[in-house]
Protein backbone atom coordinates (compact mmCIF):
# COMPACT_ATOMS: atom_id res chain seq x y z
CA UNK A 1 0.00 0.00 0.00
CA UNK A 2 1.27 3.49 -0.42
CA UNK A 3 1.39 6.29 1.97
CA UNK A 4 -1.30 8.76 2.56
CA UNK A 5 -0.07 12.02 3.54
CA UNK A 6 -1.41 15.13 5.24
CA UNK A 7 0.21 18.91 4.39
CA UNK A 8 -0.68 20.51 7.88
CA UNK A 9 -2.50 23.60 7.40
CA UNK A 10 -0.61 26.53 8.91
CA UNK A 11 -2.29 29.86 10.27
CA UNK A 12 -0.42 32.20 12.20
CA UNK A 13 2.37 30.45 12.99
CA UNK A 14 0.45 27.78 14.04
CA UNK A 15 -1.15 24.62 12.82
CA UNK A 16 -4.92 25.03 12.35
CA UNK A 17 -8.03 23.01 13.42
CA UNK A 18 -8.35 21.95 10.33
CA UNK A 19 -5.43 19.22 10.24
CA UNK A 20 -7.25 17.08 12.32
CA UNK A 21 -9.84 16.94 10.31
CA UNK A 22 -7.69 16.16 7.17
CA UNK A 23 -6.45 13.70 9.17
CA UNK A 24 -9.80 11.83 9.37
CA UNK A 25 -10.39 12.15 5.39
CA UNK A 26 -6.73 10.84 5.33
CA UNK A 27 -8.02 7.64 7.29
CA UNK A 28 -11.27 7.50 4.96
CA UNK A 29 -8.56 6.59 2.28
CA UNK A 30 -7.17 3.98 4.08
CA UNK A 31 -4.25 3.64 6.25
CA UNK A 32 -3.00 6.34 9.33
CA UNK A 33 -1.14 9.57 7.20
CA UNK A 34 1.73 10.94 7.76
CA UNK A 35 1.60 14.38 8.68
CA UNK A 36 3.94 17.03 6.98
CA UNK A 37 4.17 20.54 8.37
CA UNK A 38 5.92 23.28 6.53
CA UNK A 39 8.01 25.06 9.30
CA UNK A 40 10.80 27.32 9.89
CA UNK A 41 11.14 26.70 13.55
CA UNK A 42 10.83 22.54 13.74
CA UNK A 43 8.31 23.32 17.51
CA UNK A 44 5.56 24.26 15.60
CA UNK A 45 5.51 20.57 14.55
CA UNK A 46 5.10 19.89 17.97
CA UNK A 47 0.61 20.38 18.32
CA UNK A 48 0.60 17.98 15.33
CA UNK A 49 1.96 14.99 17.56
CA UNK A 50 -1.14 14.86 19.69
CA UNK A 51 -3.59 14.03 16.63
CA UNK A 52 -4.81 10.44 17.01
CA UNK A 53 -4.73 8.69 14.11
CA UNK A 54 -1.45 9.87 12.50
CA UNK A 55 1.86 7.43 12.38
CA UNK A 56 4.38 10.27 11.69
CA UNK A 57 5.16 13.45 12.54
CA UNK A 58 7.77 15.27 9.94
CA UNK A 59 8.64 18.69 10.55
CA UNK A 60 9.77 20.12 7.09
CA UNK A 61 12.07 22.56 7.82
CA UNK A 62 13.15 25.42 5.57
CA UNK A 63 13.12 29.27 5.06
CA UNK A 64 11.08 28.88 1.74
CA UNK A 65 8.66 28.17 4.32
CA UNK A 66 8.62 32.23 5.77
CA UNK A 67 6.48 33.30 2.86
CA UNK A 68 4.26 31.69 1.00
CA UNK A 69 6.01 31.35 -3.10
CA UNK A 70 4.00 27.95 -4.94
CA UNK A 71 7.27 27.11 -6.92
CA UNK A 72 9.20 26.99 -3.61
CA UNK A 73 7.13 25.20 -0.95
CA UNK A 74 5.79 22.96 -3.88
CA UNK A 75 9.79 21.95 -3.93
CA UNK A 76 10.63 21.80 -0.91
CA UNK A 77 7.63 19.64 0.20
CA UNK A 78 8.22 17.06 -2.58
CA UNK A 79 11.40 16.81 -1.83
CA UNK A 80 10.70 14.93 1.31
CA UNK A 81 7.27 13.12 1.14
CA UNK A 82 7.50 9.74 0.07
CA UNK A 83 5.42 8.27 -2.55
CA UNK A 84 1.26 8.40 -2.24
CA UNK A 85 -1.89 10.14 -1.80
CA UNK A 86 -1.48 13.88 -0.65
CA UNK A 87 -3.99 15.54 1.22
CA UNK A 88 -4.15 19.71 1.80
CA UNK A 89 -6.70 21.91 3.35
CA UNK A 90 -9.32 23.54 0.71
CA UNK A 91 -8.07 26.93 1.42
CA UNK A 92 -6.82 29.22 -1.61
CA UNK A 93 -3.33 28.98 -0.91
CA UNK A 94 -3.32 25.43 -0.77
CA UNK A 95 -5.25 24.15 -3.30
CA UNK A 96 -2.92 26.18 -5.05
CA UNK A 97 -0.16 24.27 -3.61
CA UNK A 98 -2.06 20.97 -4.25
CA UNK A 99 -1.72 21.36 -7.97
CA UNK A 100 1.59 22.47 -7.99
CA UNK A 101 2.51 19.12 -5.84
CA UNK A 102 0.46 17.09 -8.02
CA UNK A 103 1.71 18.70 -11.04
CA UNK A 104 5.31 18.13 -10.05
CA UNK A 105 4.71 14.35 -9.45
CA UNK A 106 2.26 13.93 -13.14
CA UNK A 107 -0.49 13.14 -10.97
CA UNK A 108 -3.52 14.46 -10.75
CA UNK A 109 -5.06 16.78 -8.37
CA UNK A 110 -8.52 16.76 -6.94
CA UNK A 111 -9.80 19.90 -5.35
CA UNK A 112 -12.54 20.53 -2.73
CA UNK A 113 -13.47 16.89 -1.57
CA UNK A 114 -15.94 16.80 0.62
CA UNK A 115 -16.80 13.01 0.62
CA UNK A 116 -14.54 10.04 0.22
CA UNK A 117 -15.90 6.56 0.14
CA UNK A 118 -13.42 4.39 -0.76
CA UNK A 119 -11.51 5.06 -3.79
CA UNK A 120 -14.11 7.92 -4.63
CA UNK A 121 -14.39 11.51 -3.73
CA UNK A 122 -17.03 13.82 -4.23
CA UNK A 123 -16.61 17.47 -4.41
CA UNK A 124 -19.10 20.74 -5.57
CA UNK A 125 -19.17 21.64 -9.01
CA UNK A 126 -21.12 23.88 -10.84
CA UNK A 127 -20.84 26.51 -7.90
CA UNK A 128 -22.56 23.79 -5.51
CA UNK A 129 -25.52 23.41 -7.55
CA UNK A 130 -24.62 19.91 -8.72
CA UNK A 131 -21.96 17.35 -6.85
CA UNK A 132 -19.42 15.30 -8.47
CA UNK A 133 -18.12 11.56 -7.70
CA UNK A 134 -14.76 10.45 -9.49
CA UNK A 135 -12.74 7.33 -8.51
CA UNK A 136 -9.25 7.19 -8.43
CA UNK A 137 -6.98 4.92 -10.34
CA UNK A 138 -3.26 5.74 -8.48
CA UNK A 139 -2.15 8.41 -6.20
CA UNK A 140 -3.33 11.62 -6.54
CA UNK A 141 -3.44 14.84 -4.41
CA UNK A 142 -6.89 15.85 -2.59
CA UNK A 143 -7.37 18.99 -1.31
CA UNK A 144 -10.41 18.98 1.74
CA UNK A 145 -13.15 21.56 2.79
CA UNK A 146 -13.09 22.39 6.13
CA UNK A 147 -15.78 21.86 8.27
CA UNK A 148 -16.98 18.81 6.73
CA UNK A 149 -15.01 15.65 8.13
CA UNK A 150 -14.75 15.58 12.01
CA UNK A 151 -11.82 16.39 14.01
CA UNK A 152 -9.18 13.45 14.81
CA UNK A 153 -9.38 13.75 18.61
CA UNK A 154 -5.82 14.43 20.21
CA UNK A 155 -4.54 13.06 22.87
CA UNK A 156 -2.35 10.54 20.57
CA UNK A 157 1.83 10.66 21.20
CA UNK A 158 3.52 10.04 17.80
CA UNK A 159 7.27 10.60 16.74
CA UNK A 160 7.87 14.17 15.43
CA UNK A 161 11.30 13.71 12.60
CA UNK A 162 12.70 16.81 11.47
CA UNK A 163 14.21 17.08 8.16
CA UNK A 164 15.71 19.93 6.74
CA UNK A 165 14.38 20.49 3.04
CA UNK A 166 14.91 23.33 0.79
CA UNK A 167 13.16 24.61 -2.54
CA UNK A 168 13.80 26.83 -5.25
CA UNK A 169 12.02 30.44 -4.47
CA UNK A 170 10.55 31.91 -7.91
CA UNK A 171 8.92 35.18 -6.67
CA UNK A 172 9.97 37.79 -3.96
CA UNK A 173 7.36 39.45 -1.88
CA UNK A 174 8.30 43.11 -1.97
CA UNK A 175 6.30 44.61 0.34
CA UNK A 176 2.99 43.14 2.65
CA UNK A 177 -0.06 45.09 3.35
CA UNK A 178 -1.38 44.02 6.49
CA UNK A 179 -5.25 44.89 6.91
CA UNK A 180 -6.06 48.05 8.11
CA UNK A 181 -8.47 46.05 10.70
CA UNK A 182 -7.43 43.08 13.25
CA UNK A 183 -11.00 41.62 12.13
CA UNK A 184 -10.29 38.31 9.87
CA UNK A 185 -10.58 37.95 6.18
CA UNK A 186 -13.70 36.01 5.40
CA UNK A 187 -11.39 33.12 3.92
CA UNK A 188 -9.92 32.50 7.23
CA UNK A 189 -13.08 32.83 9.49
CA UNK A 190 -15.09 30.48 10.86
CA UNK A 191 -17.87 32.82 11.28
CA UNK A 192 -19.01 35.40 9.07
CA UNK A 193 -21.53 37.74 8.86
CA UNK A 194 -22.22 39.36 5.98
CA UNK A 195 -24.07 42.49 4.27
CA UNK A 196 -25.98 43.41 1.53
CA UNK A 197 -27.86 46.35 -0.64
CA UNK A 198 -30.47 46.02 2.18
CA UNK A 199 -28.09 47.14 4.65
CA UNK A 200 -29.15 51.24 2.78
CA UNK A 201 -25.55 52.29 3.60
CA UNK A 202 -22.67 51.29 3.86
CA UNK A 203 -21.82 53.23 6.99
CA UNK A 204 -24.76 50.69 8.29
CA UNK A 205 -22.12 48.28 8.22
CA UNK A 206 -20.98 49.16 11.67
CA UNK A 207 -23.93 46.95 13.15
CA UNK A 208 -22.53 44.36 11.29
CA UNK A 209 -18.44 44.73 12.69
CA UNK A 210 -20.00 45.24 16.11
CA UNK A 211 -21.38 41.67 15.75
CA UNK A 212 -18.02 40.62 14.40
CA UNK A 213 -16.49 41.76 17.06
CA UNK A 214 -18.47 40.39 19.67
CA UNK A 215 -18.07 37.18 18.40
CA UNK A 216 -14.59 36.74 16.68
CA UNK A 217 -16.50 37.22 13.30
CA UNK A 218 -15.06 38.53 9.65
CA UNK A 219 -17.64 40.83 7.79
CA UNK A 220 -18.60 39.96 4.08
CA UNK A 221 -20.58 41.19 1.33
CA UNK A 222 -22.43 40.80 -0.84
CA UNK A 223 -21.59 41.68 -4.80
CA UNK A 224 -24.61 44.19 -4.88
CA UNK A 225 -22.59 46.31 -2.13
CA UNK A 226 -19.41 46.15 -3.15
CA UNK A 227 -20.28 47.26 -6.44
CA UNK A 228 -22.69 49.77 -4.76
CA UNK A 229 -20.23 51.32 -2.29
CA UNK A 230 -16.47 52.38 -2.27
CA UNK A 231 -16.26 52.18 0.92
CA UNK A 232 -16.46 47.69 0.69
CA UNK A 233 -14.10 46.62 -0.99
CA UNK A 234 -13.80 43.32 -3.24
CA UNK A 235 -12.35 41.76 -0.65
CA UNK A 236 -14.90 41.37 1.39
CA UNK A 237 -17.06 39.73 -1.59
CA UNK A 238 -18.59 36.52 -1.12
CA UNK A 239 -19.78 34.43 -4.14
CA UNK A 240 -19.18 33.65 -7.99
CA UNK A 241 -16.87 36.36 -8.76
CA UNK A 242 -15.74 36.94 -4.58
CA UNK A 243 -14.89 34.50 -2.29
CA UNK A 244 -16.11 30.53 -1.71
CA UNK A 245 -16.80 30.44 1.90
CA UNK A 246 -17.20 27.28 4.61
CA UNK A 247 -18.21 28.65 7.41
CA UNK A 248 -19.17 27.22 10.92
CA UNK A 249 -21.46 30.03 11.08
CA UNK A 250 -22.91 32.77 8.02
CA UNK A 251 -25.01 35.41 8.91
CA UNK A 252 -26.94 36.97 5.64
CA UNK A 253 -28.08 40.42 6.47
CA UNK A 254 -30.18 42.27 3.72
CA UNK A 255 -29.04 39.63 1.16
CA UNK A 256 -31.52 38.50 -1.23
CA UNK A 257 -29.92 35.13 -2.08
CA UNK A 258 -28.87 35.39 -5.65
CA UNK A 259 -27.56 32.56 -7.07
CA UNK A 260 -24.00 34.26 -7.76
CA UNK A 261 -24.31 34.59 -3.68
CA UNK A 262 -25.25 31.16 -2.97
CA UNK A 263 -22.31 30.00 -5.06
CA UNK A 264 -20.06 31.23 -2.55
CA UNK A 265 -21.39 30.11 1.01
CA UNK A 266 -24.08 27.71 0.33
CA UNK A 267 -21.79 25.16 2.16
CA UNK A 268 -21.78 26.74 5.20
CA UNK A 269 -22.08 24.10 8.14
CA UNK A 270 -25.08 27.01 9.63
CA UNK A 271 -26.89 29.73 7.86
CA UNK A 272 -28.62 32.59 9.47
CA UNK A 273 -31.04 34.86 7.31
CA UNK A 274 -31.91 38.24 8.33
CA UNK A 275 -34.23 39.82 5.44
CA UNK A 276 -37.20 41.67 5.30
CA UNK A 277 -38.71 40.20 2.24
CA UNK A 278 -40.20 36.59 3.77
CA UNK A 279 -39.83 35.42 -0.02
CA UNK A 280 -36.44 36.04 -0.53
CA UNK A 281 -34.60 33.30 -1.76
CA UNK A 282 -31.97 33.12 1.25
CA UNK A 283 -34.59 31.78 3.68
CA UNK A 284 -34.88 28.28 1.19
CA UNK A 285 -31.23 27.88 2.23
CA UNK A 286 -31.15 29.17 6.10
CA UNK A 287 -31.16 27.48 9.18
CA UNK A 288 -32.68 30.08 10.75
CA UNK A 289 -34.68 32.55 9.30
CA UNK A 290 -35.35 36.01 10.93
CA UNK A 291 -38.35 38.10 9.12
CA UNK A 292 -37.38 40.99 9.76
CA UNK A 293 -35.42 44.54 9.36
CA UNK A 294 -31.78 44.28 10.30
CA UNK A 295 -32.93 47.74 11.91
CA UNK A 296 -34.76 45.41 14.27
CA UNK A 297 -33.20 42.54 14.69
CA UNK A 298 -29.32 43.20 14.99
CA UNK A 299 -29.62 45.38 17.93
CA UNK A 300 -31.25 42.27 19.96
CA UNK A 301 -28.86 40.05 17.77
CA UNK A 302 -25.70 42.19 18.72
CA UNK A 303 -26.60 42.77 22.78
CA UNK A 304 -27.62 38.69 23.15
CA UNK A 305 -24.41 37.63 21.69
CA UNK A 306 -22.93 39.90 23.63
CA UNK A 307 -24.24 38.97 27.03
CA UNK A 308 -23.93 35.28 25.78
CA UNK A 309 -20.07 36.03 25.14
CA UNK A 310 -19.81 38.14 28.61
CA UNK B 1 7.84 42.51 -27.34
CA UNK B 2 6.16 39.85 -24.88
CA UNK B 3 4.58 36.68 -26.30
CA UNK B 4 1.38 36.36 -24.00
CA UNK B 5 -1.20 33.42 -23.64
CA UNK B 6 -4.62 33.91 -21.77
CA UNK B 7 -6.18 30.50 -21.10
CA UNK B 8 -10.09 30.89 -21.63
CA UNK B 9 -12.71 27.98 -20.72
CA UNK B 10 -16.59 28.09 -21.87
CA UNK B 11 -18.85 26.83 -19.12
CA UNK B 12 -22.64 27.03 -18.39
CA UNK B 13 -23.54 30.93 -17.69
CA UNK B 14 -23.71 31.40 -13.84
CA UNK B 15 -27.20 31.81 -13.61
CA UNK B 16 -28.06 28.92 -15.06
CA UNK B 17 -30.21 25.97 -13.58
CA UNK B 18 -28.31 23.00 -13.60
CA UNK B 19 -29.96 19.65 -13.63
CA UNK B 20 -29.09 16.14 -13.77
CA UNK B 21 -29.88 13.31 -15.85
CA UNK B 22 -29.32 9.90 -15.12
CA UNK B 23 -25.77 9.64 -13.60
CA UNK B 24 -24.61 12.99 -15.71
CA UNK B 25 -25.21 17.09 -15.71
CA UNK B 26 -26.81 17.88 -18.92
CA UNK B 27 -25.72 21.07 -20.39
CA UNK B 28 -27.13 20.64 -23.79
CA UNK B 29 -29.84 23.63 -22.82
CA UNK B 30 -27.61 25.60 -20.83
CA UNK B 31 -26.16 28.44 -22.29
CA UNK B 32 -22.60 28.69 -22.51
CA UNK B 33 -20.10 32.18 -21.57
CA UNK B 34 -16.96 33.19 -20.78
CA UNK B 35 -15.81 31.84 -17.07
CA UNK B 36 -16.02 35.01 -15.52
CA UNK B 37 -12.54 35.20 -14.10
CA UNK B 38 -11.14 34.28 -17.56
CA UNK B 39 -12.43 38.43 -18.27
CA UNK B 40 -9.79 39.32 -15.77
CA UNK B 41 -7.67 37.35 -17.47
CA UNK B 42 -7.88 38.78 -21.00
CA UNK B 43 -8.03 42.21 -19.46
CA UNK B 44 -4.96 41.53 -17.70
CA UNK B 45 -3.26 40.28 -20.71
CA UNK B 46 -4.61 43.10 -22.71
CA UNK B 47 -2.77 45.14 -20.07
CA UNK B 48 0.65 43.31 -20.72
CA UNK B 49 0.72 44.22 -24.45
CA UNK B 50 -0.13 47.72 -23.96
CA UNK B 51 2.74 48.08 -21.53
CA UNK B 52 5.27 46.09 -23.07
CA UNK B 53 4.00 45.33 -26.88
CA UNK B 54 3.78 41.82 -28.01
CA UNK B 55 0.84 39.50 -28.87
CA UNK B 56 -2.05 38.52 -27.08
CA UNK B 57 -3.38 34.73 -27.90
CA UNK B 58 -6.22 33.10 -26.39
CA UNK B 59 -5.99 29.69 -25.95
CA UNK B 60 -9.13 27.26 -24.92
CA UNK B 61 -9.82 23.40 -25.18
CA UNK B 62 -12.67 22.15 -26.10
CA UNK B 63 -14.79 21.21 -28.95
CA UNK B 64 -15.80 23.37 -32.15
CA UNK B 65 -18.78 25.23 -30.02
CA UNK B 66 -15.77 26.63 -27.59
CA UNK B 67 -14.96 28.49 -30.81
CA UNK B 68 -17.17 31.14 -29.48
CA UNK B 69 -15.16 31.96 -26.25
CA UNK B 70 -12.49 32.37 -28.33
CA UNK B 71 -14.80 34.87 -30.65
CA UNK B 72 -15.43 36.85 -27.60
CA UNK B 73 -11.95 36.95 -26.97
CA UNK B 74 -10.67 38.16 -30.17
CA UNK B 75 -13.55 41.11 -29.88
CA UNK B 76 -12.29 42.10 -26.66
CA UNK B 77 -8.82 43.00 -27.91
CA UNK B 78 -6.54 39.85 -28.18
CA UNK B 79 -4.79 38.78 -31.37
CA UNK B 80 -4.80 35.39 -31.82
CA UNK B 81 -7.34 32.47 -30.99
CA UNK B 82 -6.75 28.56 -30.82
CA UNK B 83 -8.25 25.93 -29.59
CA UNK B 84 -7.14 23.01 -28.60
CA UNK B 85 -9.44 20.11 -30.39
CA UNK B 86 -10.87 17.81 -27.79
CA UNK B 87 -14.74 16.96 -26.70
CA UNK B 88 -14.72 14.61 -23.19
CA UNK B 89 -13.62 14.52 -19.80
CA UNK B 90 -10.09 14.61 -18.67
CA UNK B 91 -7.83 14.80 -15.31
CA UNK B 92 -5.54 17.57 -14.64
CA UNK B 93 -2.62 15.36 -15.10
CA UNK B 94 -3.86 15.03 -19.00
CA UNK B 95 -5.31 18.24 -19.06
CA UNK B 96 -2.14 20.09 -18.20
CA UNK B 97 0.10 18.16 -20.06
CA UNK B 98 -1.89 18.11 -23.16
CA UNK B 99 -2.06 22.10 -22.30
CA UNK B 100 1.80 22.34 -21.56
CA UNK B 101 2.78 20.52 -24.84
CA UNK B 102 0.80 23.64 -26.82
CA UNK B 103 2.11 26.68 -24.78
CA UNK B 104 5.80 25.25 -25.32
CA UNK B 105 4.68 25.04 -29.34
CA UNK B 106 3.44 28.59 -29.33
CA UNK B 107 6.58 29.78 -27.54
CA UNK B 108 4.32 31.09 -24.20
CA UNK B 109 6.98 33.60 -21.69
CA UNK B 110 3.20 34.88 -19.83
CA UNK B 111 0.12 33.15 -19.31
CA UNK B 112 -2.89 34.80 -17.83
CA UNK B 113 -5.97 32.74 -16.55
CA UNK B 114 -8.77 33.00 -14.73
CA UNK B 115 -8.24 31.92 -10.35
CA UNK B 116 -10.70 28.80 -10.94
CA UNK B 117 -13.46 27.93 -14.12
CA UNK B 118 -16.86 28.53 -12.87
CA UNK B 119 -17.84 24.52 -13.68
CA UNK B 120 -15.00 23.05 -12.00
CA UNK B 121 -13.70 25.38 -9.00
CA UNK B 122 -11.12 23.95 -8.85
CA UNK B 123 -8.32 26.25 -9.92
CA UNK B 124 -5.53 23.90 -10.47
CA UNK B 125 -4.51 24.63 -14.09
CA UNK B 126 -3.08 27.63 -13.72
CA UNK B 127 -0.26 26.50 -11.15
CA UNK B 128 -0.35 23.03 -12.28
CA UNK B 129 0.99 24.74 -15.73
CA UNK B 130 3.51 26.59 -13.97
CA UNK B 131 5.10 23.55 -12.32
CA UNK B 132 5.11 21.71 -15.89
CA UNK B 133 7.04 24.37 -17.74
CA UNK B 134 9.23 25.07 -14.37
CA UNK B 135 7.96 28.94 -14.16
CA UNK B 136 6.78 31.10 -11.75
CA UNK B 137 2.79 31.20 -10.68
CA UNK B 138 0.80 33.61 -8.22
CA UNK B 139 -2.89 32.73 -7.69
CA UNK B 140 -5.66 35.11 -6.95
CA UNK B 141 -3.74 37.50 -8.11
CA UNK B 142 -5.99 41.03 -7.41
CA UNK B 143 -3.78 43.75 -9.28
CA UNK B 144 -0.94 43.85 -12.01
CA UNK B 145 1.68 46.39 -12.67
CA UNK B 146 4.02 46.16 -15.68
CA UNK B 147 7.76 47.77 -15.38
CA UNK B 148 10.12 45.44 -17.33
CA UNK B 149 8.43 42.68 -14.75
CA UNK B 150 5.35 41.92 -13.65
CA UNK B 151 4.47 42.99 -10.03
CA UNK B 152 0.93 41.30 -8.72
CA UNK B 153 -1.03 42.18 -5.53
CA UNK B 154 -2.16 38.90 -4.42
CA UNK B 155 -4.08 38.20 -0.81
CA UNK B 156 -1.81 36.87 1.66
CA UNK B 157 -2.12 35.66 5.67
CA UNK B 158 -3.46 39.26 7.22
CA UNK B 159 -3.35 41.08 4.08
CA UNK B 160 -2.17 41.99 0.80
CA UNK B 161 1.33 40.97 -0.34
CA UNK B 162 3.16 42.92 -3.66
CA UNK B 163 5.23 40.40 -5.47
CA UNK B 164 7.82 40.57 -8.01
CA UNK B 165 7.14 37.82 -10.54
CA UNK B 166 10.03 36.80 -12.75
CA UNK B 167 9.40 36.12 -16.91
CA UNK B 168 8.52 32.98 -16.89
CA UNK B 169 5.38 33.00 -15.38
CA UNK B 170 1.80 31.95 -15.00
CA UNK B 171 -0.58 34.72 -13.36
CA UNK B 172 -3.88 33.57 -12.19
CA UNK B 173 -6.37 36.41 -11.55
CA UNK B 174 -9.22 37.12 -9.37
CA UNK B 175 -11.57 40.29 -10.10
CA UNK B 176 -9.40 42.43 -7.63
CA UNK B 177 -9.75 46.27 -8.73
CA UNK B 178 -9.50 44.64 -12.74
CA UNK B 179 -12.48 46.88 -14.65
CA UNK B 180 -12.98 44.58 -17.91
CA UNK B 181 -13.44 46.23 -21.11
CA UNK B 182 -16.06 45.74 -23.23
CA UNK B 183 -16.08 44.70 -27.04
CA UNK B 184 -16.86 47.42 -29.63
CA UNK B 185 -18.23 47.09 -32.51
CA UNK B 186 -14.99 47.00 -34.81
CA UNK B 187 -13.59 43.71 -32.26
CA UNK B 188 -17.20 42.16 -32.53
CA UNK B 189 -16.44 42.58 -36.75
CA UNK B 190 -12.99 41.48 -36.92
CA UNK B 191 -14.22 38.50 -34.57
CA UNK B 192 -16.70 37.03 -36.69
CA UNK B 193 -13.95 37.29 -39.56
CA UNK B 194 -11.10 35.59 -37.65
CA UNK B 195 -9.96 32.11 -37.80
CA UNK B 196 -9.31 30.01 -35.02
CA UNK B 197 -6.45 27.79 -35.45
CA UNK B 198 -7.33 24.46 -34.05
CA UNK B 199 -4.48 22.20 -32.47
CA UNK B 200 -4.66 18.49 -32.17
CA UNK B 201 -2.66 17.03 -29.64
CA UNK B 202 -2.84 13.47 -28.49
CA UNK B 203 -4.26 13.85 -24.64
CA UNK B 204 -2.97 11.07 -21.90
CA UNK B 205 -5.51 8.58 -20.15
CA UNK B 206 -7.05 9.79 -16.84
CA UNK B 207 -6.45 8.21 -14.01
CA UNK B 208 -9.24 10.08 -12.37
CA UNK B 209 -12.68 9.25 -13.90
CA UNK B 210 -16.00 10.67 -13.49
CA UNK B 211 -18.41 8.37 -12.14
CA UNK B 212 -21.44 10.22 -11.47
CA UNK B 213 -23.14 14.22 -10.69
CA UNK B 214 -25.98 14.14 -8.37
CA UNK B 215 -27.97 17.02 -6.94
CA UNK B 216 -26.91 18.67 -3.80
CA UNK B 217 -28.41 16.58 -0.90
CA UNK B 218 -31.47 18.63 0.14
CA UNK B 219 -30.95 20.87 3.18
CA UNK B 220 -33.40 20.40 5.65
CA UNK B 221 -36.23 22.87 6.05
CA UNK B 222 -34.80 25.40 8.62
CA UNK B 223 -36.56 27.28 11.24
CA UNK B 224 -38.11 30.68 10.76
CA UNK B 225 -39.14 33.74 13.02
CA UNK B 226 -41.35 36.72 12.52
CA UNK B 227 -40.18 39.47 13.59
CA UNK B 228 -36.51 41.31 15.46
CA UNK B 229 -36.88 39.62 18.75
CA UNK B 230 -36.27 36.31 17.90
CA UNK B 231 -32.52 37.09 17.25
CA UNK B 232 -32.26 36.63 20.90
CA UNK B 233 -34.16 33.14 20.50
CA UNK B 234 -31.77 32.56 17.21
CA UNK B 235 -28.41 33.69 18.91
CA UNK B 236 -29.61 31.19 22.07
CA UNK B 237 -30.40 28.26 19.42
CA UNK B 238 -26.36 28.98 17.96
CA UNK B 239 -25.10 28.41 21.10
CA UNK B 240 -27.00 25.59 22.80
CA UNK B 241 -28.68 23.45 19.26
CA UNK B 242 -25.91 24.46 16.24
CA UNK B 243 -22.79 24.34 19.10
CA UNK B 244 -21.06 26.84 16.52
CA UNK B 245 -20.79 30.02 18.99
C1 LIG C 1 -21.37 36.73 -13.51
C2 LIG C 1 -21.97 37.20 -12.21
C3 LIG C 1 -21.23 37.05 -11.05
C4 LIG C 1 -21.76 37.47 -9.82
N1 LIG C 1 -21.02 37.27 -8.70
C5 LIG C 1 -21.55 37.59 -7.49
C6 LIG C 1 -20.82 37.36 -6.28
O1 LIG C 1 -19.67 36.93 -6.28
N2 LIG C 1 -21.42 37.66 -5.10
C7 LIG C 1 -22.67 38.19 -5.02
O2 LIG C 1 -23.15 38.44 -3.90
N3 LIG C 1 -23.37 38.45 -6.15
C8 LIG C 1 -22.83 38.18 -7.38
N4 LIG C 1 -23.55 38.47 -8.51
C9 LIG C 1 -24.74 39.33 -8.37
C10 LIG C 1 -25.99 38.62 -7.94
O3 LIG C 1 -26.66 38.17 -9.10
C11 LIG C 1 -26.92 39.59 -7.16
O4 LIG C 1 -27.18 40.72 -7.96
C12 LIG C 1 -26.37 40.07 -5.82
O5 LIG C 1 -25.91 38.98 -5.05
C13 LIG C 1 -27.44 40.79 -5.06
O6 LIG C 1 -26.92 41.33 -3.85
P1 LIG C 1 -27.87 41.63 -2.63
O7 LIG C 1 -28.52 40.39 -2.18
O8 LIG C 1 -27.06 42.39 -1.63
O9 LIG C 1 -28.89 42.68 -3.23
P2 LIG C 1 -30.45 42.53 -3.59
O10 LIG C 1 -30.67 41.37 -4.47
O11 LIG C 1 -30.86 43.87 -4.04
O12 LIG C 1 -31.12 42.17 -2.21
C14 LIG C 1 -31.24 43.05 -1.14
C15 LIG C 1 -32.06 42.35 -0.08
O13 LIG C 1 -32.11 43.15 1.08
C16 LIG C 1 -33.40 43.04 1.65
N5 LIG C 1 -33.62 44.25 2.46
C17 LIG C 1 -33.82 45.52 2.03
N6 LIG C 1 -33.93 46.37 3.08
C18 LIG C 1 -33.77 45.62 4.19
C19 LIG C 1 -33.76 45.91 5.59
N7 LIG C 1 -33.90 47.16 6.05
N8 LIG C 1 -33.56 44.90 6.45
C20 LIG C 1 -33.43 43.61 6.01
N9 LIG C 1 -33.43 43.28 4.69
C21 LIG C 1 -33.58 44.27 3.80
C22 LIG C 1 -34.33 42.92 0.47
O14 LIG C 1 -35.54 42.28 0.85
C23 LIG C 1 -33.50 42.07 -0.49
O15 LIG C 1 -33.77 40.70 -0.34
C24 LIG C 1 -23.05 38.07 -9.75
C25 LIG C 1 -23.78 38.23 -10.93
C26 LIG C 1 -23.26 37.79 -12.15
C27 LIG C 1 -24.09 37.97 -13.38
Known amino acids: MTETIVIAEIAKGTIHATTSELVTAAQALGGSPIIIVPCTDASVADAAASIQGASKVIAAKSDVFNH ?8 AIDAIAPAGTILTSATPQSKDLAARIAARRNISVVQDVVAIDGNQLTSPVYSGKAMQTVALSGPAVISVRANVFDAAPSGGSCDVAVVDTTGNMATAVQEFMARASQRLDVAEANIII ?8 PDNFVHLEAIADTIGAAVGASRAA ?3 WEAIPHSMQVGQTGKTVNPNLYIAVGISGAIQHLAGMRSSKYIVAINKDADAPIFQHADYGIVATWEDALPVLQSTLAGMMA | MVNIIVLVKQVPDTNAKIVVSGDRVDLSAVKKVMSPYDEFAVEAALQHREANGGEVTALTLGGAGADKVLKDAKAIGVDHIVRIDSDGDHDSNSLQTAIASVLSELGAEVVYCGKSAADTGAGSTGPGLAERMGWASVSNVISVAFDGGITVVAPSEGGDARISVPIPAVISCDKGNMKVRKPNVKGIMQAKKAKVEVKTVAIQPSSVAIVAHTMPPAKPAG ?12 ARLLRDEANVI
Open chain 1, 226 to 228: VDT
Open chain 1, 68 to 75: YDAAGWAS
Open chain 1, 194 to 201: SGGRGMGS
Open chain 2, 223 to 234: KSYEGGAAAAEV
